[in-house]
């Protein structure tokens, strides 16, 4: 394979900050062009926030740095920031005010969500965080989560983008309280999906796992400008081909996911000139149970050593996994230099 030509879009940068220093980049002057912020403050326009509560030491948030002429704007439920080339969108839906189940009020926000991408003129999703209470929830006989999969995937489905073969990074937790809450990274040009060599990929699971398989793909890897490629890592659990294993075990849950990471790393450094490596991501790691959180910690200091980035910035949260017999799961993202190749 060849490499691509690069991209001519004006850079996109991010940057894993504490609150305090995202706070100081927008006392300085203009504010950054957009962040997600993890124990953050609700209030700020250009930061949206994860309702989920903070177990490592300090609030902190990912920014995100674009060029300097940003519009803000609306769409249906969508609020997004965009410099014409690239885009970040927020979506928060209450389902007691809304008065919708999850299903319907999933498939509204993704519908509202592709008509964003289509007026701002970003048509292509990079990476999307999904955050839904009670993910594991009866829905009225059927699971929360099962639900949400049935609108979103309804919503791919109805504007022709690609729900299957291509679908972009993602995730999906569940937080304990408040909306339906859904940010997201689009540009106009297409990431390249990345699968797993060892688990099936999520939209051909079979229907034991509901009737709507989830939509997304297990990493996408795409060119920021100025010759950048970042990779966007979904969030990864204790699964193999499509069962979970170590059911349980936090311990050999936690290994098993670092396993599940180097095997995406490797399969997405097989598609890029860029180089990525487990022990160099801004990642988010989140448990189930906050007493986990210390175990999770060290086995990842066993793994990747104490010193590494991936441990010395990660974000730890405490959220309910997409399965019920999941402990922990991690997404993460990093940026190298380097181009996709054709």
């Not at 639900?147 to 489905?157: D, E, I, K, P, T």
Request: with cysteine; glycine share 10%; aromatic share 6%.
């Amino acid at each position: 394979m060849t490499a691509r030509e690069p991209l001519g879009a004006p850079p996109l940068r991010v940057q894993r900050l504490s609150l305090s220093d995202s706070l100081a980049l927008a006392a300085g002057g203009s504010p950054p062009f957009g962040a997600l912020g993890y124990g953050t403050p609700d209030h700020l326009a250009w930061m949206s926030t994860v309702n989920a509560r903070v177990l490592s030491s300090s609030a902190m948030a990912d920014v995100w740095h674009a060029s300097e002429h940003i519009e803000s704007g609306t769409t249906g439920v969508v609020r997004w920031r965009c410099d014409g080339h690239w885009m970040l969108g927020a979506i928060d839906l209450d389902e007691s005010v809304e008065k919708q189940g999850l299903a319907a009020l999933a498939q509204r926000a993704y519908r509202d969500l592709f008509e964003s991408l289509e007026q701002t003129g970003c048509a292509h999703l990079l990476r999307i965080w999904n955050y839904l209470p009670h993910i594991n929830g009866d829905g009225g006989g059927l699971e929360r989560y099962r639900q949400f999969n049935l609108g979103r995937q309804q919503a791919f489905v109805e504007a022709d983008q690609a729900a299957f073969e291509g679908a972009p990074a993602a995730c999906a937790l569940g937080i304990h309280q408040g909306a339906l809450c859904i940010r997201f990274l689009a540009g106009r040009s297409a990431p390249l999906p990345v699968e797993n060599p060892r688990q099936v990929s999520a939209y051909h699971y079979p229907k034991t796992y509901g009737p709507r398989a989830p939509t997304f793909s297990r990493a996408a890897l795409a060119e920021l400008g100025g010759g950048d490629v970042a990779l966007f890592i979904s969030g990864t659990a204790s699964i193999v081909g499509h069962e979970t294993v170590h059911v349980g075990e936090i311990v050999a849950q936690t290994e098993e996911t670092l396993r599940n990471l180097r095997a995406v790393i490797a399969a997405a450094n097989e598609r890029t000139t860029a180089r990525f490596d487990l022990s160099a991501l801004d990642c988010v790691v989140y448990v189930r149970h906050a007493a986990d959180a210390s175990v999770v910690r060290q086995v990842m200091e066993e793994s990747l050593g104490p010193k590494a980035h991936t441990l010395s910035h990660a974000v730890f949260l405490e959220a309910d996994i997409c399965r019920q017999d999941l402990l922990v799961e991690i997404e993460a993202h990093a940026v190298a230099r380097g181009a996709l190749r054709g």
